[in-house]
């Protein structure tokens, strides 16, 4: 146990919003999420912002224009992979009495911005440090754009295993199917393999549809102490625990341990499963996930993440995901608001907040029985387990 | 000794470089003169690749630069179907390949030869292309 909880969350929809201010968009999300919440502005004492300028919105800025009078402010560097590191510095921040009701705010824009992956794009000068870029970009070998790290290690992947890379259409018709029935996404017309196969090359072995949908989004999410959350109007949503993000020579975003992507080993790694540090603070393995949620910019990250956390084995999960089981009445649901493929690419908020749809039970058409337990995993190796009780 | 040769491409991609530095100063270096220079650590003999001051493998710092034969197999490789950089849009559909180089770690450059699929564990070698600037940049053929 964390002795933290989601309280309240709200957003500004996802989409094209050329016209509006990014303050606008955040004060949507954070409106909606106050009266999620129960709770007037003025109680917020703590601000995490994921994304800053010049996609998004710094937190000083944010406290300014939105009229937040905050005790402890923190931002992450502005990737997508940070989604969760927000909310548990936020948690963390809480645990320490550094603030009594916190909010975590991620409101960009990419519409503004050229294309990902060329230059005036966003992150485009990353491709350029010392170390490369952080998805592996080399764009004086040519090697521009997230997705060239990605097709690079859906390659060896696919290599190594020896799997039909079509396979991977599961993943993107499953999380369609989701989001089908959820009104926000902005993908919803409905995908058959058929569709995903015919779909053209982006980088080899990459197709559009292996690729999330970039939008402009607001979310907001506001955490406090279980005591606190018991007495606000909505079910807490209990953090049973998490994990950071890994890093070093063994990591990659784009991957998982042992698959010899980057500079990372080439070895017969196996996953912890049920021994992971988060499933033992959470007191759950694996088996006990009713719903899996992970960051999928591409379909593979979401084999990796399946493969990374124990799910499956290594090399096993492009043929786990087939046959409808992590589809919306599966064995294990995945991303079923239809995550950045389909939903909307929200760097992870659009997944936190569906999160707690299905653990309060309002996630409607998309409802899946019986939840208890949903977790938040990334291939780099965080993650936050959810509970609709205390454990 | 490797081969070189000038960027086909258009224009110059020199912007697309890394910052020159004391550090990655002896790899450009050796690029200009053929050479494919790499740190190699003093300690456990890993060949480092991005340059770095200290070794991946077991954080020794330092290391002394090493001239690696620049010859490998094909570890993975990629297509461009879709074109982000205008330097290199004349040279549409172009194969990024990640080698496994013999002698070192993996590296990844543009393969400098048109043709089919590369196959994975195919045998290359690495090639320096000159850039209008006088920098240089590792390919492969």
Partial sequence: ?391 | MLEITDFPGSGDPSHLLPRATRLNEPYFAGLAEGRLRLQRCTACGHARYPVAPACPRCATSGGRWDELAGTGSVHSWIRYRRSYLPEFEPLMPYVVLCVALDDGPRMVGRLARAGGDPAIGGRVRAVVERLPSGRHTLAFR
């Fill in chain 1, 1 to 391: 146990m964390t002795g933290v909880a989601i309280a309240g969350i709200g957003t500004a929809g996802f989409g094209r919003f050329e016209g509006e201010a990014l303050a606008s968009l955040a004060d949507v999300a954070l409106s909606r999420a106050l009266e999620d919440a129960g709770l007037q502005r003025a109680r917020i004492d703590g601000l995490v912002s994921h994304i800053g300028s010049p996609r998004g919105i710094d937190y000083d800025e944010l406290a300014l224009l939105l009229g937040l009078r905050v005790r402890y402010a923190a931002q992450t560097w502005e990737h997508g992979r940070f989604g969760a590191t927000v909310i548990t510095t936020a948690a963390m921040a809480l645990a320490h009495d550094l603030c009594d009701y916190a909010v975590c705010i991620a409101a960009y824009a990419n519409s503004l911005f050229a294309r990902i992956g060329t230059a005036g794009g966003v992150g485009f000068r990353e491709g350029m440090r010392e170390g490369g870029g952080p998805h592996a970009e080399a764009p004086h070998a040519g090697m521009a754009a997230p997705i060239a790290g990605a097709a690079m290690s859906t390659r060896r992947y696919l290599e190594r295993y020896g799997i039909d890379r079509d396979r991977l259409g599961a993943v993107a018709v499953a999380q369609r199917r989701a989001a089908e029935r959820n009104p926000l996404a902005v993908m919803r017309e409905p995908m058959t393999q058929t569709d995903y196969e015919a779909s053209r090359f982006i980088v080899e072995p990459l197709r559009l549809l292996d690729c999330s949908v970039p939008v402009d989004t607001a979310a907001a999410v506001i955490l406090t102490r279980d005591d606190r959350a018991r007495d606000l109007p909505r079910p807490p949503v209990h953090l049973l625990a998490f994990q950071g993000i890994h890093a070093g020579p063994g990591e990659f975003i784009f991957g998982r341990p042992g698959l010899g992507i980057n500079q990372a080993d080439d070895d017969d790694w196996r996953p912890l499963g049920a021994d992971e540090p988060v499933f033992r603070r959470a007191g759950v393995g694996p088996a006990d996930v009713d719903t899996l949620h992970c960051y999928d910019g591409f379909t593979s990250q979401v084999l990796w993440t399946l493969e990374r956390f124990g799910f499956c084995g290594p090399g096993e999960a492009a043929d786990w995901v087939q046959g409808g089981r992590i589809e919306l009445d599966g064995e294990l649901p995945v991303n079923t608001s239809g995550g950045h493929l389909s939903e909307g690419h929200a760097n992870g908020w659009g997944h936190t907040l569906e999160i707690v749809r299905q653990l309060r039970g309002e996630a409607g058409p998309r409802q899946i029985d019986g939840v208890r337990v949903a977790q938040w995993a990334t291939t780099l190796g965080d993650s936050i387990i959810y509970g609709r009780e205390r454990v």
